[in-house]
């Protein structure tokens, strides 16, 4: 019963919380942490963290009016450019997940900066809310 409570705790949060961030913007976007959990999911073989995690980004993206697939491009760079080479941080176990999230964070606003510029969009807007929301996610995986 405890597990089925989980699990329906966890996809309740993955279908409405990129809805109240719509509304309420001060809530972080918790990119990067989706991200580091794909991430595991793929190293892990675990299916359920990867379909969560796909829902969350097409869930952001439609609600907040992104690029398409744009977080999971700037993921699978991660992933495929730096997770090899943080996998060498063995004897540090915080620096890994913290180091993806960053990386994460950083790569997607680097490439939703370039999608802005390139089509002569204006996606986000560069603010404490995005510095907050980086912090967050650091913060939340020094705690998972």
């Given at each position: 019963?405890?597990q089925?409570?989980?699990?329906?705790?966890?996809?309740?949060?993955?279908?409405f919380?990129?809805?109240?961030?719509?509304?309420?913007?001060?809530?972080?976007?918790?990119?990067?942490?989706?991200?580091?959990?794909?991430?595991?999911?793929?190293?892990?073989?675990?299916?359920?963290y990867?379909?969560?995690?796909?829902?969350?980004?097409?869930?952001?993206e439609?609600?907040?009016?992104?690029?398409?697939?744009?977080?999971l491009?700037?993921?699978?760079?991660?992933?495929?450019?730096?997770?090899?080479?943080?996998?060498?941080?063995?004897?540090?176990?915080?620096?890994?997940?913290?180091?993806?999230v960053?990386?994460?964070?950083?790569?997607?606003?680097?490439?939703?900066?370039?999608?802005?510029?390139v089509?002569?969009?204006?996606s986000?807007?560069l603010?404490?809310i995005?510095?907050?929301?980086?912090?967050?996610?650091?913060?939340?995986?020094?705690?998972?």
């Amino acid at each position: 019963m405890m597990q089925i409570l989980f699990w329906l705790l966890i996809v309740s949060f993955v279908l409405f919380y990129p809805m109240l961030i719509s509304f309420y913007v001060f809530l972080p976007l918790l990119i990067g942490l989706m991200g580091y959990l794909f991430i595991e999911g793929i190293e892990q073989g675990k299916w359920s963290y990867i379909l969560l995690s796909l829902i969350y980004f097409i869930n952001l993206e439609v609600n907040l009016s992104l690029p398409f697939f744009l977080i999971l491009v700037a993921v699978l760079i991660v992933y495929m450019l730096f997770y090899g080479t943080l996998s060498h941080l063995k004897k540090c176990k915080i620096c890994r997940p913290l180091l993806t999230v960053f990386l994460i964070d950083v790569i997607y606003l680097g490439i939703l900066l370039a999608y802005d510029f390139v089509f002569g969009t204006s996606s986000i807007v560069l603010d404490t809310i995005l510095l907050y929301s980086l912090v967050v996610d650091l913060l939340i995986v020094v705690v998972i």
